[in-house]
């Protein structure tokens, strides 16, 4: 029985979304001039209070960011990170120490995303070495290896080397996709077609409103909710199209 001090009973995010450890591969899509950031900084927070283990790949946003948005929602980042319960991939980093010192002369695009992979998949395989806690790979967000000119052909294969992780039955994979283009297009289809949760995060189709956010749909196989949402300074509310104003000032 869940304790009510389990997020996903007493968060409105997490109490939507339902996350469970057999979801292998949960995808995001954020389409143009919405903000789905939330969804991913609340799943920080479920995966720290089940005591799993998270390898972030941070494309979007800053590690303070990410620090300054947990303290707020109740956990620690960078405590977190000093107790080896997440390890923060940084991106150029980690592509420069790879290819290493012959970069300029021998750069290419799908060695660069390789050396990427493999940074990734030794910081996970360390962690499954425990065998104590599942793993969570979080990527936030796929969609800016276009911004860096990347094929989209070696994002695809990026995204499917990530996702064979999941034949072991103790990784699951989240991946965060900006949609505001033809190739964000295929980029997020080349996921959602195969995931086990799909959640998209969209603004109000009949524009901005005061008490509404956005709209959250989540999908899980046949099954289809959808929810309005309001962010506020400390958190996110959410509930169903209807009941906006009683959630609001209840």
Request: hydrophobic residues 35%; charged residues 25%; glycine residues 4%.
């Amino acid at each position: 029985m869940a304790s009510l001090s389990d997020p996903r009973i007493s968060n409105p995010v997490l109490s939507s979304l339902k996350i469970q450890s057999n979801d292998r591969i949960i995808f995001i899509r954020e389409n143009a001039l919405a903000d789905s950031n939330f969804i991913i900084t609340h799943l920080l927070k479920q995966f720290f209070y089940e005591k799993s283990r998270v390898c972030f790949l941070t494309l979007h946003n800053t590690l303070d960011h990410y620090q300054n948005v947990g303290k707020k929602l109740g956990y620690d980042l960078k405590e977190a990170i000093e107790c080896n319960n997440i390890k923060i991939v940084d991106p150029l980093a980690d592509i420069v120490e790879g290819i290493g010192k012959e970069i300029e002369e021998s750069f290419e695009e799908s060695q660069m995303l390789k050396c990427l992979f493999l940074s990734i998949k030794k910081h996970i395989d360390n962690y499954c070495s425990l065998k104590d806690c599942p793993v969570y790979l979080v990527i936030d967000d796929v969609s800016h290896f276009l911004d860096l000119a990347i094929d989209l052909s070696q994002i695809i294969s990026f995204i499917n080397y990530c996702i064979n992780l999941t034949n072991n039955d103790n990784i699951s994979v989240v991946i965060n996709a900006h949609v505001g283009s033809k190739n964000d297009e295929i980029v997020a289809k080349s996921v959602q077609h195969i995931c086990d949760v799909f959640v998209e995060i969209s603004q109000l189709k009949t524009g901005k409103s005061t008490d509404i956010t956005g709209l959250m749909t989540i999908q899980r196989g046949d099954s289809i909710n959808n929810y309005h949402y309001r962010t506020f300074d400390r958190g996110v509310k959410t509930f169903h199209p209807g009941e906006t104003i009683y959630n609001l000032y209840k």
